[in-house]
């Protein structure tokens, strides 16, 4: 069983920045993949970032040039560093980490961008 645990999440300005990050109870490495997944009230889970086991990176069309998610393995985290948020980026994010069929996920942290 893999326990992912997500912080960094908060209240921020539009315009501003945020790093969350995902702490995984494994090793990162030998998962194929990890993501961050959000879910804004009222709306379906949608796909913001994924990156596999060998580096690749995956993002929602909506959000390539603001959003970057990176990882490092020593640490077993990945993390997702979000730039020139809107409030339209306010939902609860979550980490999902994919090994072979198997899925896992966090219990979300929650990101609300409001002045």
């Known amino acids: 069983q893999v326990q992912l645990v997500e912080s960094g999440g908060g209240l921020v300005q539009p315009g501003g920045s945020l790093r969350l990050s995902c702490a995984a109870s494994?090793?990162?490495?030998?998962?194929?993949?990890m993501g961050w997944y959000r879910q804004a009230p009222g709306k379906q889970r949608e796909l913001v970032a994924a990156?596999?086991?060998?580096?690749?990176?995956n993002y929602a069309d909506s959000l390539k040039g603001r959003f970057t998610i990176s990882r490092d393995n020593a640490k077993n985290t990945v993390y997702l560093q979000m730039n020139n948020l809107n409030p339209e980026d306010t939902a609860v994010y979550y980490c999902?980490?994919?090994?072979?069929?198997?899925?896992?996920w966090g219990q979300g942290t929650q990101v609300t961008v409001s002045s």
């Open positions: 990156i596999t086991s060998g580096g690749s990176t």
């Open positions: 494994g090793s990162i490495s030998s998962f194929n993949a």
């Open positions: 999902n980490a994919r090994i072979l069929v198997k899925y896992f």
